[in-house]
């Protein structure tokens, strides 16, 4: 184990206690997470920087697209107690976890459905390491830096835009968008055109490699949110690549723009 990796452990594990002292009626719940659940509790250390800037962002919804088996939304819940979490998952195995797991308390409500930029069924190469799923073939450099990942098969799904739900979505404001779906961004954002007037921040999953075939680019994300009236305010956590050290994706934080259309 390296030195930079030790380092990582013990900041999250004082992150963890720090958690714990803050929620001591949660912290048997917290402990466990962190010994059987991990996706859970590394988001929930995830945000924890920004659990400020999370409380005083006014943010009464959020959006959770790509929300496998929730993971962000109960982070989310977790700084965010009052707020509306509306979660999409196209894998009916993720979803119900999902369901399982968040239903519990807190306004919840989700949907098994993919999102993109059409409507109808498309196939989702789902790999046998399911957060790397994606209606995109996985490319050569997903593949050598995360080789448990490189055996998918094709799953049918239906598919949806974000639009297509503007009915049964309640978007009371500030709305968080978060997106993060294996290079499939940018559709989802294409199929949300309408939706995107009434969100405030969106933090969506950016490469600067390819990892996914066809895939869009950090640069193309930010020049349409850009020309929509959003502003790149920063990330929210990097992925290195263990072959090289080099970024491969970020979570990119957009945020409206003062006096932009809404």
């Known amino acids: 184990m390296t030195i930079a990796k030790i380092v990582d452990l013990k900041c999250k594990g004082i992150i963890l206690l720090g958690l714990m002292a803050e929620r001591p009626a949660q912290a048997f719940r917290i402990l ?9 509790i590394r988001e ?3 945000l924890r920087p920004h659990k400020l800037w999370l409380e005083r962002a006014g943010i009464q919804t959020v959006i959770d697209i790509g929300a496998h088996t929730g993971s962000f939304a109960y982070a989310a819940r977790s700084y965010l107690p009052l707020a509306q979490i509306y979660s999409f998952e196209p894998l009916a195995d993720c979803y119900q976890i999902l369901i399982r797991n968040l239903n519990r308390g807190g306004r919840f409500q989700a949907f098994n459905v993919a999102l993109g930029n059409e409507q109808g069924e498309t196939a989702i190469q789902r790999s046998e390491f399911s957060p790397s799923s994606s209606i995109l073939p996985m490319a050569e450099a997903h593949k050598q830096a995360f080789p448990w990942t ?4 094709p799953v049918l799904v239906r598919i949806q835009r974000l ?9 009371e404001r500030k ?5 993060d779906v294996q290079g499939y961004e940018l559709e989802v954002l294409q199929g949300g055109m309408g939706t995107l007037n009434a969100i405030d921040y969106v933090n969506v999953e950016c490469s600067f490699q390819v990892l996914y075939k066809g895939q869009a680019s950090f640069h193309q994300v930010y ?8 502003a790149y305010a920063g990330s929210w956590g990097q ?3 263990p072959r090289d050290g080099s970024i491969l994706q ?5 945020v409206r723009s003062p006096g932009s259309k809404e």
């Open 44 to 46: 929930l250390v995830g």
């Open 239 to 241: 992925m290195f690549s």
């Open 163 to 171: 639009d297509d739900f503007a009915r049964q979505l309640r978007l």
């Open 150 to 153: 490189a055996k998918t098969e």
């Open 223 to 230: 020049e349409f949110l850009t020309s929509r009236g959003f």
């Open 250 to 254: 970020i979570n990119a934080l957009f």
């Open 32 to 40: 466990s997470l962190a010994l059987f659940n991990r996706p859970y």
């Open 175 to 179: 709305v968080l968008l978060k997106i």
